[in-house]
């Protein structure tokens, strides 16, 4: 059976096809990046470059794809491997951190660019440099119970919040809804050039859309 049947059958394979051409860049494999590289894979994504500079830590099992024992081993070559032996699919994976000095090279050549960095200078980077190309941007940012998706032209970057980010309180769930709504967001603008703007409040499940073309 062909793995993509279920999506073949909601969505058409015209979307489908749509997906797989797409040139998608994922700026961190942190808890959104590392999810949304998955789902996105497992929708029939064929085209995934993945930047992030970082390792599996311990902590991280919780919210990212990982396994405990990949601790230790560098999430893009980790994320890379995972998503090969579910999917086929072989990403590019760019073990770099991304600045303003390469931003620009790092994200030239893609269709859209999801930011899912947990720091205001990666954040900017990838801003500034999408701005100044015009690339599609997306930005999935998440806080305790509380996420957020917006397009670049109405997106603020945020001031870095005092202390280790990782000690911030994290939902899972919230992490898995962020992650499908941003997957959503982009199939919506692929099929549809709509581009949505959305917020997210795990307590009360609530999903808020503001609607863009």
């Known amino acids: 059976m062909d793995p993509l049947t279920h999506e073949k059958a909601f969505r058409g394979q015209p979307a489908l096809d749509r997906l797989a051409a797409a040139r ?16 996105l894979a497992r929708q029939g994504a064929k085209n995934l470059r993945v930047i992030d500079r970082d390792r599996v830590e311990p902590h991280n099992v919780a919210t990212q794809v990982w396994y405990a024992e990949h601790a230790g081993q560098w ?5 890379r491997d995972h998503v090969f032996r579910a999917t086929g699919v072989e990403i590019d994976a760019v073990r770099q951190e991304l ?7 790092l994200l030239t050549d893609a269709d859209l660019v999801v930011d899912g960095f947990d720091n205001t200078a990666a954040r900017r980077a990838v801003t500034d440099a999408c701005a100044a190309a015009s690339l599609p941007c997306l930005h999935v940012g998440l806080n305790a119970g509380y996420a957020e998706i917006r397009w670049n032209e109405r997106y603020r970057v945020p001031s870095d919040a005092a202390g280790d980010v990782c000690d911030y309180p994290l939902a899972r769930n ?10 959503e ?23 808020d859309e503001e609607s863009h073309t």
């Open 99 to 105: 600045t303003p000095k390469n931003a620009a090279k």
């Open 185 to 207: 967001t982009i199939l919506k603008w692929l099929c549809e050039s709509v581009r949505e703007d959305r917020s997210i409040t795990v307590r009360d499940l609530r999903i």
């Open 24 to 39: 998608i860049v994922l700026c961190g494999a942190g808890a959104v990046g590392s999810n949304l590289c998955d789902t």
């Open 174 to 183: 919230l992490v898995l809804l962020a992650t499908a709504s941003a997957s």
């Open 75 to 79: 999430k893009v070559e980790a994320l």
